[in-house]
Structure formats: structure tokens, C-alpha cells
């Protein structure tokens, strides 16, 4: 199994909801990612686990909250999120976490287009 | 930190003839350099990577070149062929499990 799982693939959300997304990977990598992607613009990392600790967080705003709760699964909870918030968000892994490893290629998935209205 | 700056933001080449992006950073500890390609609506994928150690790398159609003096690396694609058409993403990383800085990306149109 060479893939990133991410779920829901849409999601559309009012102000006021509380959602999750989530993101699977059973490649035994011991880093992952959130990103959020805007249309025509780079993927801008949020969070980053390594060993399923919180090793970066890009100073994002706390209606994002992320959790890892094993070594194959990553979760972000969504609560009381803006309609600026709308994007792409994308899961990725890397075989090795900080420190421990030559830099290797990471592994996307599909990711979740969010919108909030 | 790390700042990856693109070029050029968008590129319309004919079919068969040779594409080149170029980025460049700024943190001299960056020593991994990856090329994804986007498509519309998908996810991007990893198409050649380079370290701090090699100056070139090739595969088929496509190869990066790194000059770590000058903190440039390119991306060439030769014989380009109308799937090649996506957005393009240079990235700079200092490691495993740390930030990779991506460039704005680059447009890339192949004219069958």
C-alpha cells in the first residue's frame, strides 16, 4: 500500500459546525503533514508529527486542532472555522521524522476541499 | 527561514520542445530539493528530487541540475508532450519531518 487516504473528499460546513478530517497512511512512515492548498497557490504547511508527537505548528489559528492518534492515522478537528478557511487540505507522509533520517519524498493524498459557507 | 522563490509563474512551450523552471533559496542548510507536478484537481506527485550532494539528476524526459554555491536548481523537461501540462512546484527542505518551502509554482502549458 502506497497511498495517503484522506476523507471526506468534499466537505461543505457553516460557521458554527464542528467536523473532522482525517488522513491514513499504512506505509510504516513516521512523519505526516497537514497543508492547506488555496487554488493556484502552494501547498503552506500547518502541522507536522513526527513519531506521533506535534513537532510544528505554522502559528495556526486554534479553530484547527490535529491529532495523531496512532502511527497510521491523523486527524484535524475543525471548529468554528471563517469562509476564508475554504480550501484544499492536504495530508502527507515521510518514511522518516525529524532528525532521523536523510529527507525523503512525501506522499500526498487526494485531499479534502473544504468549504465553509 | 527558508525562502524558495519560482520562475517564471506561467510557461507555454510547443510540443517537443524543452521546458525550464528555475528556483532559487536562500537557507544554505536546505540540502533536499524536490519537483512535484500538480494536475488539476489532484493531489501532487513527487517527478524528481535531488540532494544536496549531487549536482544532476535524470530521469527519461526529465532532470534537475543544482548549483549549491549560487542556491539555484532547475527543472528541465525535454520532448514535452501535452500530458506534461500542469502546475509545476519547486520545494527546499532542511530534513525528515521538518518544513518543506514550496516555490509559487508554475503553469505549464504544452500547445499540441
Known amino acids: 500500500d502506497t497511498e495517503v487516504t484522506q476523507t471526506p473528499k468534499h466537505l461543505v460546513m457553516g460557521m458554527t459546525n464542528k467536523k473532522s478530517l482525517k488522513c491514513e497512511q499504512h506505509m510504516g512512515h513516521r512523519a505526516m503533514y497537514w497543508y492547506k492548498q488555496k487554488a493556484k497557490k502552494p501547498p503552506e504547511l500547518m502541522f507536522v508529527?513526527?513519531?506521533?508527537?506535534?513537532?510544528i505548528n505554522e502559528s495556526v489559528p486554534s479553530r484547527f486542532s490535529p491529532e495523531c492518534p496512532n502511527s497510521s492515522l491523523l486527524n484535524l478537528h475543525l471548529h468554528a472555522l471563517q469562509p476564508e478557511d475554504s480550501a484544499l487540505y492536504l495530508c502527507?507522509?515521510?518514511?522518516?521524522?525529524?532528525?532521523?533520517?536523510?529527507?525523503?519524498?512525501?506522499?500526498f493524498g487526494e485531499g479534502s476541499r473544504l468549504t465553509v459557507l | 527561514g527558508e525562502n524558495v522563490e519560482q520562475h517564471p509563474s506561467t510557461l507555454s512551450v510547443q510540443e517537443g520542445d524543452s521546458a525550464v523552471i528555475k528556483c532559487t533559496y536562500s537557507?544554505?542548510?536546505?540540502?533536499?530539493f524536490p519537483w512535484y507536478k500538480q494536475e488539476l484537481g489532484k493531489r501532487p506527485q513527487l517527478i524528481i528530487d535531488i540532494r544536496s550532494n549531487v549536482g544532476e539528476k535524470k530521469d527519461q524526459r526529465i532532470a534537475v541540475t543544482l548549483n549549491k554555491t549560487a542556491k539555484h536548481f532547475s527543472l528541465h523537461i525535454t520532448e514535452t508532450q501535452p500530458e506534461d501540462s500542469a502546475v509545476y512546484f519547486c520545494?527546499?527542505?532542511?530534513?525528515?519531518?521538518?518544513?518543506?518551502?514550496f516555490g509559487t509554482g508554475t503553469s505549464l502549458t504544452v500547445i499540441p
Open positions: 502527507a507522509s515521510s518514511l522518516h521524522a525529524a532528525g532521523r533520517g536523510n529527507t525523503g519524498e512525501l506522499f
Open positions: 520545494a527546499a527542505s532542511k530534513g525528515a519531518g521538518n518544513q518543506f518551502y
Open positions: 537557507d544554505s542548510a536546505s540540502n533536499y
Open positions: 508529527y513526527s513519531y506521533e508527537k506535534l513537532s
